[in-house]
């Protein structure tokens, strides 16, 4: 089963996020055969961090969530909160196999939290610049909660156009960058 993590940052906690950046890694690398995705969050004006994206394949629930909230930065108060949700990686691929590669253009998470029927369930024509695609579920994996997007674009409004306006309670962006070691 696919899973969708997102650590919020808790404001003012950048130094202590920097302090644990060795041991986030580690932790991370415990998953390596399991990541889909991951990277920190930005804030797309200030560039101060927002968090943290992983996506992983793990074999149930609540093995997800003991990997979210046993993390390094969540145990020491790095996070303000964290989203757990059931997602489908519509892709087939991890961003390792993203054909852009890790470096070049602006990067964002676009996170569409879910009101009303279930929307962008395909992705997008020009799938080119899609790093990770798919829908945020419930945790039986039946019920559409949004939508979670790793993309290319040149801009915060073009990452936000990836997923159709008005289907959508909100829709937030985040600059994002490619995780982990290199």
């Known amino acids: 089963m696919e899973f969708f993590c997102y650590h919020r940052d808790r404001p003012g ?8 950046l060795e ?3 580690s932790y991370m ?3 390596d055969a399991e990541m889909i995705a991951r990277g920190p969050t930005f804030d797309c004006v200030t560039d101060v961090a927002t968090g943290s994206v992983h ?3 793990l074999p149930d629930p609540a093995t997800a969530r003991a990997f979210a909230f046993n993390e390094p930065n969540y145990q020491a108060g790095v996070y303000r909160d ?3 949700r059931r997602w489908r990686n519509v892709l087939g691929r991890t961003m390792w196999d993203f054909p852009g590669g890790r470096d070049g253009g602006n990067r964002y998470l676009v996170l569409g939290l ?3 029927e279930a929307a962008d369930l395909v992705p997008p024509p020009g799938r080119d610049e899609l790093i990770a695609y798919g829908p945020l579920l419930s ?3 039946t019920t559409w909660l949004g939508t979670a997007v790793l993309v290319r674009a040149p801009d915060p409004d073009a990452a936000r156009a990836v997923l159709t306006q008005g289907r959508y309670a909100d829709i937030e962006v985040h600059d994002w ?3 982990g070691r290199r």
């Open 13 to 20: 906690s950048g130094a202590l996020r920097d302090e644990l």
């Open 23 to 25: 041991e986030h890694w």
């Open 29 to 31: 690398d415990r998953y």
């Open 55 to 57: 996506i992983v394949d």
């Open 82 to 84: 964290v989203m757990v």
């Open 114 to 116: 879910g009101a009303g």
């Open 139 to 141: 945790d039986d994996g």
């Open 177 to 179: 960058e490619f995780g």
